[in-house]
């Protein structure tokens, strides 16, 4: 075989070798792209889940997941809801970081005693910041609850499911956004959860990561209690849900109303 021939059949070898490569490329990507589609249109298993997006303090803030058994009213409002839980833990995290006398405030000395300042601001920006995608709200009266308990549960932690919420439709009748605190009656006759921002905190709560094994648990409830306990006992009340619960309406009183709405 002379060289000529020789050069012939090796560019003819290498003609045939990339166009068998580029059609190789072609087919994968071909196939590829079919099991792409498929996947797009094929149906998916699970709740359908909703995210929603943080402004403001903690712009990186995740909430919960809202299934779909919820329909677009409620997750509008439930989104609303997500909102002033923001607002709310933003404003008194401002109020705790911008006055270096705030722990002898009357709001802060009602809610947490002799409290110590970093354990009150650290549980406020764990409540706001921390991831709560773990927390999954539904709307279909799973466990029958809020047909059993009708305007009277708002809503309520699954025992059985501890990363599951139901909520009511009770919930939509009867909480209000925090504009209208101190519009009618204050805090000592309906307490904080009327506002469903803070309801929502509430709501956080119950979640095992969240608490971190009851580090924040429900040690008190009533209005009473909860203030005897920041008197007597403020290394509780910085572990009590009901004395944040309080203190964050409080403050939000004050900021809407000079003296607040606490009992007046």
Known sequence: MDEKHSRTLKRSGLFFGTTFICIGALVAALVLAVVAQREAVAPKTGPKTY????????????FPRIQSSCNSTEV?????????????????MSVLTSNDSVVESEVYKRWFGDGKLYEVMGVVEGIANVSKTSLLL???????????YQNYYAGHHREDHPYETVIC??????????????????????????YYGIDMLHRYFHVPSITQNEFISEFTEE??????????????????????????????????????CFDN
């Open 223 to 260: 209005l009473n209690e909860t203030l005897a306990l920041a008197k007597d006992n403020s290394s509780f009340a910085v572990r009590n849900v009901d004395n944040y619960l309080y203190f964050l309406a409080d403050l939000w009183g004050n900021k809407v109303k000079k003296g607040g």
């Open 51 to 62: 995210s929603t997006v943080a402004t403001g303090r903690y712009a990186d803030a995740e």
């Open 169 to 194: 439709d009770y919930f939509y009748e009867a909480r209000v956004p925090l504009s209208a605190m101190c519009t009618k009656g204050n805090l000592t006759q309906y307490g904080p959860k009327k």
């Open 76 to 92: 509008e409002f439930l989104s609303k809801a997500f909102d002033e839980t923001i607002e709310a833990t933003s404003y008194a």
């Open 138 to 148: 539904r709307c279909d009266d799973a466990d029958g609850l809020c047909k059993k």
